[in-house]
């Protein structure tokens, strides 16, 4: 496949929906130069939006990120995660009670937000779980591994409870060459530790992209073929997008690298619509 | 958990989407009396579709078989299969050419609908290929399982195509006794062999449950949480209802035996709301 | 790594086991000049055997190919097929009635010679099988998969037994570029279909590499450290020889393209102990 | 499936294979009265062996467990460990260099007993592994998983080594009512995570049994047809027995309880030659 220039590819939509690792940020940070590409959008009245697997904290809190290193354009608005799509469907089905969860103080705020009473695995008493509603798997960090897994399973072995995961990714990228695992796997090891099925949100899921189609559409309606998903990884971004209905781009600058992104394409038969080195270009 | 009266539970609902087999019928046919549950549904202004994966015939089809065994009140516009979403998405992504399929001549009337040409793999030259834009799984019958399905892995050998599955199920009910395999395990068998990845729709996707629930929403706004899911299968329509954030009984006239649906629902942890004999209680 | 001479690598060992497609043999037949390399084993008095995923004839009638394309020194005494360890099941289990199988008349010789009587499942009668004790996956060939495949589930899910699948391949070439759905796909079919577990024999699985490890042992004693398997397939010669503690070579003359070698070492962990481009050279 | 006594049904072996957990012994300890049944096996002259997946610690320290409790017939001789084929594949396979592991101490000496240092992931520098020859998961215990979980990982990814996993189960009781998340399943998330195909050693494979076998026949020659598996669970216990060929025992106090044991083997199709209600009887 050619390799298209982003930025002449982008004019054909009204709407954009970017992955942030790998297209807007590496481990450096933002990548530099991408303030220049949401000129571009803004001056041709393209609108845009972050879908990101992250339920590690709010959408305020990812927007600012993004603020702080000078992409002002990005508020919470902006903002689709994996996480407010777990925090709606808690609001929705869990009305009372307190929900366990395996993560941050900050991704809690997924749960807090509903008005929902949170437990954190480490401070749950496993004889009184009577008004445990739920659990949810919101980030890898915060609690410890060694005894926190294990209470999870023995939680949903006591009783059983819708489980919620925020993200459903296996791992992220942490520096230029180390990967961590991320809650997506570990909430993989206890569901097959138990044998149950869990509620998992994140691409390539289309609950994700439907939830970011809505928020788009509040703003001026548009179809599903005017929109482009951008993403670095075929397995979420590329094959969400294109059940979705959107058109596709892979861009070279994150996990896909140049040298096989045609084998892969070939290998998976995952099809972006285009092939782009980065968002720069 | 406690076995509710189906006719009580539907009245907090304002729309409930139903699954077909193992809820409205059988190996025998319409289950008898659901008219009863039907009238009962439209005294109360509750509003009500079939949701279920099958890409066999068109939703006019589908609708005439209820409708010729005396459930009047179903005609297309309440159906919702699977088929559709496999419809749209040809239509939105796939623009000129050929697209072939293994199916029956009744199935590919989804893709003809689409103003597509279609081409049975089984009629198909593997030198022709050219103008093939996509492959599509829409049912079990209609071909020679031994030739089509080789011919149907050569194919995607030969060109990297999107391809996609109109329904996702391994089989289906034929007597009290027998099952069959369905066009979902047919397009595994394909898709393991290549180590491909193809698009597929249907329940439990969650998709299948935002196509019907834009489909109400045309008739009258309803938010997710009064709506009712009702079906026999907990891997399809329980947990894709509860991922959707619908509410959800699980019926025990199909698939789930009384005998062992507690035991089920505490091995799988995937917990219907209500617990129902069948729609006609 | 580096690329080796076969010819010096073997030297090293006493004992060699090969894989017979990509390795002995491609789409148009014998490699030619592979009877020198087996010279040299000769001169050099290294052991050999053929370790194939194959239950579609008698090791009698596997021989007999090499041997009428001029490959003389092949006989049944060196063929290890995955039929030979069904056919060893089937005796040491199954002591009377009949047993069901999908494959050709020649594959059910697997059966016959443990002196069971044998079934094809097309003419098998599902309410007469007081006596059938197993079911048998040999061979994608004999059978109409449209009919067959479904009375295969149908059976089982009629009586609980034992079912043996003789080659656990998913798929097998048959020219250049087109490969079929071997007998081991089709079992995954119905297995999944069934959510039943079926016992399954060939490589990459050590009791496949075990049973030749004990006919080489009959003719000299060997280490497993001694012996060498060549494969042109990781994820059944590579790997299962690695487990079994035998050195392993991949040869680029069939599967795995020389291009792509190193990257799929890499993405799988699957590591050869050497690579050479055939066992020409 | 009638049940059985087990001290009637044995009488026809020669030797007989004990799973640990859920058969000898449970959260309690040994289940009183088995040495009774050891004396009957003794009296009778059949031979037995304790086949574990466990390699927490030597088969000398396993061993011990059992005499300290009073069953003074198990010596190290008795015991058939996963973590004894992980010792000898190192034997076999490294031969100079150090072997990271994820374990505790007393794990470790599986591969300190083949002479090869030995390096816990938590003190290994990732900026040192050149003589890094292998990974082995040994234990789930001995290491901090936030930490060394990834550590793994970040090591597979700057160098592609063999990594052995030592004992496959995903999950072990520690009480009357929770599991703890076993090494098995910890190295199944690592192997997700990076998309790599680990070299696993425990029941159900096959390995393990001839390892086992092997064992037995140095004492006195047997056929596997001679040969009696008894075990609490489907998946491991039986369905190895079954595939090597030995008659089986489902025992139903451990993992498999009365009211579910038909329901399972029916649904699961692993057949038991034999129930009973446990070794006592």
Same mark, same amino acid.
């Given at each position: ?84 799509? @777990?925090?709606?469907?808690? $609001?929705?089905?869990? %009305?009372?009670?307190?929900?366990? *969860?395996?993560?941050? /103080? !900050? ?98 899921? @289309?609950?994700?992209?439907? $939830?970011?189609?809505? %928020?788009?559409?509040?703003?001026? *309606?548009?179809?599903? /073929? !005017? ?55």
């Amino acid at each position: 496949m050619e390799i298209r220039s982003f930025k002449e590819v982008v004019l054909k939509y009204k709407t954009v929906f970017f992955d942030a690792y790998g297209v807007l940020k590496n481990h450096r940070g933002l990548i530099p130069g991408i303030d220049k590409t949401f000129e571009h959008l803004d001056k041709h009245n393209i609108d845009y939006y972050i879908v990101t697997n992250d339920a590690s904290r709010s959408p305020e809190l990812l927007a600012n990120v993004y603020r702080r290193k000078g992409l002002t354009c990005i508020d919470a608005e902006k903002i689709v995660s994996s996480g407010m799509l @777990a925090r709606d469907w808690l $609001y929705m089905k869990i %009305k009372s009670g307190r929900v366990a *969860y395996l993560g941050t /103080d !900050e991704s809690a705020h997924y749960i807090e937000s509903t008005g929902l009473k949170t437990m954190p695995i480490s401070q749950l008493d496993l004889d009184d779980i009577d008004d445990i509603r739920a659990l949810v798997f919101l980030d890898d960090e915060g609690f410890d591994w060694n005894n926190d897994i294990n209470k999870a399973v023995n939680l949903l072995r006591k009783k059983n409870i819708p489980t919620i995961v925020a993200n459903t990714d296996l791992n992220y990228p942490v520096s230029r060459t180390d990967v961590a695992v991320a809650v997506g796997g570990i909430s993989d090891l206890v569901e097959r530790t138990l044998g149950k099925y869990f509620i998992r949100f994140g691409k390539p899921d @289309a609950q994700m992209f439907m $939830y970011g189609y809505e %928020k788009a559409c509040l703003r001026q *309606y548009v179809h599903p /073929d !005017e929109m482009l998903m951008v993403g670095d990884t075929l397995f979420t971004d590329i094959i969400g997008g294109n059940k979705f209905g959107m058109d596709t781009v892979l861009v070279l600058s994150g996990n896909t690298l140049p040298e096989n992104a045609e084998m892969r394409i070939s290998y998976t038969g995952i099809i972006p619509t285009y092939i782009c080195e980065s968002i720069l270009t």
